[in-house]
DNA sequence: TCAAAACCCATGGTATTCCATTTAAAGGAT
DNA sequence: ATCCTTTAAATGGAATACCATGGGTTTTGA
């Protein structure tokens, strides 16, 4: 499974142009590899973003819930409308929608983050600021870390 | 599988009509692209939306009552009675009957709000106050949310 | 006959597509 | 390792196509 890692940072011009970087182009799902999706970063002012596929998963757990219960209509209504569909012109570039760009306070430039199966698009500095948090976290909190083994038959159990 | 997501806000003139957002009319099912169908939604004053190809598979699901009973006369009746279909214009655009605009309040503006398998449509103002209740009740309950995974043969179990 | 709906065309704005240029990365040879 | 060549990626700007919107005209059906 391909994921998105590393982290680069490009240039936003006037129409809101960025280029998505060509390695987490690459690592979308095969048929997946015309568009992205974004939406808020629910605990971050930051751009939070996955491939349709993903997407589609959500959707697909909300059947989960009876079609017309408030469970259905609240979790599909907060978490689809939210979203926005993007997909890459000739040169693997996207337009940032303006409500996006101001959450995030992105200007002239913009941080790429991976983050294994989503990425994130932050404002550089800010970028900064929550990267050293996170690792100072980690530090305090490493011992939580717990590897996880695939079995053969797909099912997940704890690892050693 | 496509889906109707993201939100957009547009004009309804003084007869009624809409344009019906251009990523909404791409999303319905092949053979099913020239109209839309409409009902009270259960839960709110916003009129629901989805494709007819939609309503077909809801019509079949009633037949997990028996024929003549209670149930299958209720859920039949309240249903598919108040259903309305409405065929685009050759500009995409739709009139929105009276009494939809009347019980969801919309006067000059329409919001369209993607659900996954099905769109909502809201007086601008009323979608924003919903979706503020709706992302405050997702957190609360968001442990309510199951991942489901398909199986390569087709059908679906809880994943972890 | 009249109003409502369906159809048609025109416009402005926005998003998409295309092409040209610059920059950076990768590979080979000295 | 350094320099040069080659390829790919990122960037800038212009041309094009699409879409939302407004108005008008014809058709329909009560």
Same mark, same amino acid.
């Given at each position: 499974?391909? +994921?998105?890692?590393?982290?680069?940072?490009?240039?936003? @011009? #006037?129409? $809101? *142009?960025?280029?998505? /970087?060509?390695?987490?182009?690459?690592?979308?799902?095969?048929?997946?590899?015309?568009?992205?999706?974004?939406?808020?970063?629910?605990?971050?002012?930051?751009?939070?973003?996955?491939?349709?596929?993903?997407?589609?998963?959500?959707?697909?757990?909300?059947?989960?819930?009876?079609?017309?219960?408030?469970?259905?209509?609240?979790?599909?209504?907060? +978490?689809?409308?939210?979203?926005?569909?993007?997909?890459? @012109? #000739?040169? $693997? *570039?996207?337009?940032? /929608?303006?409500?996006?760009?101001?959450?995030?306070?992105?200007?002239?430039?913009?941080?790429?983050?991976?983050?294994?199966?989503?990425?994130?698009?932050?404002?550089?500095?800010?970028?900064?600021?929550?990267?050293?948090?996170?690792?100072?976290?980690?530090?305090?909190?490493?011992?939580?870390?717990?590897?996880?083994?695939?079995?053969?038959?797909?099912?997940?159990?704890?690892?050693?």
């Amino acid at each position: 499974m391909p +994921l998105f890692m590393s982290k680069y940072t490009n240039k936003v @011009d #006037g129409k $809101g *142009r960025v280029s998505v /970087p060509s390695q987490f182009r690459a690592a979308l799902p095969s048929g997946f590899q015309k568009s992205i999706v974004m939406y808020q970063a629910v605990n971050h002012g930051a751009i939070e973003c996955c491939d349709l596929l993903h997407i589609e998963k959500v959707n697909d757990s909300l059947e989960g819930f009876a079609p017309y219960s408030d469970e259905h209509d609240e979790f599909s209504l907060a +978490l689809m409308s939210g979203l926005t569909e993007l997909c890459f @012109d #000739g040169n $693997g *570039r996207i337009i940032l /929608p303006q409500d996006l760009m101001e959450y995030a306070g992105i200007m002239n430039l913009a941080t790429f983050a991976g983050k294994g199966k989503t990425f994130q698009i932050w404002e550089p500095a800010a970028f900064n600021r929550e990267l050293d948090i996170a690792r100072h976290k980690v530090k305090e909190k490493r011992d939580l870390l717990k590897f996880r083994l695939k079995t053969t038959e797909g099912t997940i159990k704890d690892g050693s």
